[in-house]
C-alpha cells in the first residue's frame, strides 16, 4: 500500500450518520484487535524472558485504513498511528496523530467511542484510549508499548555504523539501566556520534520536522480536549511529548554541529542527547569493522579541522568506501589497469571474471 491519504479519511461517511458505524462488535475489528497482540514464539533463552513475536504491523495498517473508511473510531487510528510508527519511523506517528487531531477537529460529536448525553457527555473512555500513548515504558498499563516503541526508533542512518535510536544513546550514556549480559553488546556513544555524522544532513533535518509537527498534533489534541468536554478534561501525554522533545534536541543536537540551529541548553534531567556537546573519543585497540572506521572518521575530522588545506582526508574517505568492497572492486577502484593482469594470474574466462568482479 503507499502513502496514508489522510484526506480521504477524514471525509465524513455519510451525511445520516457522519462516522459510520460502530464497530465494537464486528468481527474485523475484533480481528483488527487480535492481529496487533503480541503473541508468544514458545522459546526461551537461556533462562531470559519468553521471546514475543512481533504483529505484522503491514497487515495492521492495511486492515486499520479499511475500518476507517467503515467507522471513525479513535481507537483504530491508535492501532493504525503504532503501525506507521513501525513501519516508517516519526513520519509515520506524525501522520496517525494528525489524522486523529483532523477527526477530534471535525467530528467530536460524532467520531467513536460516542459520547453518552445522559452522563454529562464525559469523555473519559476517549482520554484513556488516548493515554495508551503516555504510560512508562514496560509499564503493566502500556499493553501496546507505545513509549517504548517511539524510544527504539531509528534517528539515524549510516551504512557503516548502523542505525541508533533515542534508546540506544540513553544506553551508551548510562542513563537507563540494561541487564548486565547486554552490556557488552551495548553500543559505544563515539559509534553512535559516528553514525549520526554519517547520515545525510537531510535525513536529520526531515527526521526533526517530523517529531516538531507530532509535539504540535499532541498539544493541538489536548486542546481539543480541553475546549469540547464538559468539564475541560484532557488526556495526560505529558510522557509522551517528553520522550519527543528528547528526541527532538538529541536531533538538534547532532544538527548543530553542521551548522543548523543552536546546540540546545540539556537540563538536569535525563535529555537522551547523546554526547552532542563533546568529541567523540575511542580508547584501546581496535576490535572491529566499525571500530576501525570510527578510527578512519576520527582521522579525516582531525586534519578537516586542524588542516583544512590536506589532502589525506580525500584519500581517507576513499579508503572508507573501499572497506565494504570485494578484492576486485577494490582493484576496479584503484588501478583499473591491473584488471586483466588478475585475470590471466586467475586463470579466470571472461563470463567468470565479470562474474567475480559485478
Same mark, same amino acid.
Given at each position: 500500500?503507499?502513502?496514508?491519504?489522510?484526506?480521504?479519511?477524514?471525509?465524513?461517511?455519510?451525511?445520516?450518520?457522519?462516522?459510520?458505524?460502530?464497530?465494537?462488535?464486528?468481527?474485523?475489528?475484533?480481528?483488527?484487535?487480535?492481529?496487533?497482540?503480541?503473541?508468544?514464539?514458545?522459546?526461551?533463552?537461556?533462562?531470559?524472558?519468553?521471546?514475543?513475536?512481533?504483529?505484522?504491523?503491514?497487515?495492521?495498517?492495511?486492515?486499520?485504513?479499511?475500518?476507517?473508511?467503515?467507522?471513525?473510531?479513535?481507537?483504530?487510528?491508535?492501532?493504525?498511528?503504532?503501525?506507521?510508527?513501525?513501519?516508517?519511523?516519526?513520519?509515520?506517528?506524525?501522520?496517525?496523530?494528525?489524522?486523529?487531531?483532523?477527526?477530534?477537529?471535525?467530528?467530536?460529536?460524532?467520531?467513536?467511542?460516542?459520547?453518552?448525553?445522559?452522563?454529562?457527555?464525559?469523555?473519559?473512555?476517549?482520554?484513556?484510549?488516548?493515554?495508551?500513548?503516555?504510560?512508562?515504558?514496560?509499564?503493566?498499563?502500556?499493553?501496546?508499548?507505545?513509549?517504548?516503541?517511539?524510544?527504539?526508533?531509528?534517528?539515524?542512518?549510516?551504512?557503516?555504523?548502523?542505525?541508533?535510536?533515542?534508546?540506544?544513546?540513553?544506553?551508551?550514556?548510562?542513563?537507563?539501566?540494561?541487564?548486565?549480559?547486554?552490556?557488552?553488546?551495548?553500543?559505544?556513544?563515539?559509534?553512535?556520534?559516528?553514525?549520526?555524522?554519517?547520515?545525510?544532513?537531510?535525513?536529520?533535518?526531515?527526521?526533526?520536522?517530523?517529531?516538531?509537527?507530532?509535539?504540535?498534533?499532541?498539544?493541538?489534541?489536548?486542546?481539543?480536549? !480541553?475546549?469540547?468536554?464538559?468539564?475541560?478534561?484532557?488526556?495526560?501525554?505529558?510522557?509522551? #511529548? &517528553?520522550? $519527543? +522533545?528528547? @528526541? =527532538?534536541?538529541?536531533?538538534?543536537?547532532?544538527?548543530?554541529?553542521?551548522?543548523?540551529?543552536?546546540?540546545?541548553?540539556?537540563?538536569?534531567?535525563?535529555?537522551?542527547?547523546?554526547?552532542?556537546?563533546?568529541?567523540?573519543?575511542?580508547?584501546?585497540?581496535?576490535?572491529?569493522?566499525?571500530?576501525?572506521?570510527?578510527?578512519?572518521?576520527?582521522?579525516?575530522?582531525?586534519?578537516?579541522?586542524?588542516?583544512?588545506? !590536506?589532502?589525506?582526508?580525500?584519500?581517507?574517505?576513499?579508503?572508507?568506501?573501499?572497506?565494504? #568492497? &570485494?578484492? $576486485? +572492486?577494490? @582493484? =576496479?577502484?584503484?588501478?583499473?589497469?591491473?584488471?586483466?593482469?588478475?585475470?590471466?594470474?586467475?586463470?579466470?574466462?571472461?563470463?567468470?571474471?565479470?562474474?567475480?568482479?559485478?
Amino acid at each position: 500500500m503507499g502513502e496514508m491519504d489522510i484526506q480521504s479519511l477524514l471525509v465524513e461517511i455519510s451525511a445520516e450518520s457522519p462516522c459510520g458505524e460502530n464497530l465494537s462488535y464486528d468481527q474485523a475489528y475484533l480481528a483488527l484487535e487480535d492481529l496487533i497482540r503480541t503473541k508468544s514464539t514458545g522459546s526461551v533463552v537461556s533462562g531470559a524472558e519468553e521471546t514475543l513475536e512481533e504483529p505484522n504491523w503491514r497487515e495492521v495498517r492495511e486492515k486499520s485504513i479499511e475500518l476507517l473508511h467503515r467507522s471513525k473510531d479513535i481507537r483504530i487510528v491508535i492501532y493504525l498511528t503504532l503501525a506507521l510508527l513501525r513501519i516508517e519511523g516519526i513520519p509515520g506517528l506524525r501522520d496517525g496523530l494528525s489524522l486523529l487531531q483532523g477527526l477530534l477537529e471535525r467530528f467530536w460529536d460524532h467520531v467513536y467511542p460516542q459520547l453518552d448525553p445522559e452522563d454529562n457527555n464525559d469523555p473519559l473512555e476517549r482520554i484513556n484510549i488516548l493515554q495508551s500513548l503516555s504510560p512508562a515504558s514496560h509499564s503493566e498499563q502500556d499493553p501496546m508499548k507505545f513509549r517504548q516503541r517511539l524510544m527504539e526508533v531509528p534517528l539515524c542512518n549510516s551504512a557503516q555504523m548502523g542505525r541508533f535510536s533515542l534508546r540506544d544513546i540513553q544506553t551508551a550514556k548510562r542513563e537507563i539501566a540494561i541487564p548486565e549480559d547486554q552490556e557488552r553488546r551495548a553500543p559505544e556513544i563515539a559509534v553512535i556520534d559516528a553514525a549520526f555524522q554519517d547520515t545525510q544532513t537531510e535525513e536529520l533535518l526531515a527526521i526533526l520536522q517530523a517529531t516538531e509537527e507530532t509535539i504540535e498534533c499532541i498539544s493541538a489534541i489536548t486542546s481539543v480536549f !480541553s475546549q469540547n468536554a464538559s468539564q475541560g478534561e484532557t488526556p495526560n501525554l505529558s510522557g509522551f #511529548k &517528553s520522550a $519527543l +522533545e528528547n @528526541i =527532538r534536541k538529541c536531533l538538534q543536537g547532532y544538527l548543530a554541529k553542521r551548522g543548523y540551529g543552536e546546540t540546545p541548553v540539556e537540563s538536569a534531567e535525563s535529555t537522551g542527547g547523546g554526547s552532542e556537546g563533546g568529541e567523540m573519543s575511542m580508547t584501546g585497540e581496535i576490535r572491529s569493522n566499525k571500530e576501525a572506521l570510527l578510527a578512519i572518521e576520527k582521522a579525516c575530522q582531525y586534519f578537516e579541522r586542524h588542516e583544512p588545506s !590536506s589532502p589525506v582526508p580525500l584519500l581517507l574517505r576513499r579508503a572508507q568506501r573501499l572497506v565494504s #568492497k &570485494s578484492f $576486485l +572492486e577494490v @582493484i =576496479r577502484d584503484v588501478c583499473p589497469d591491473a584488471l586483466s593482469q588478475i585475470q590471466a594470474v586467475g586463470g579466470l574466462s571472461e563470463g567468470e571474471f565479470k562474474s567475480e568482479s559485478d
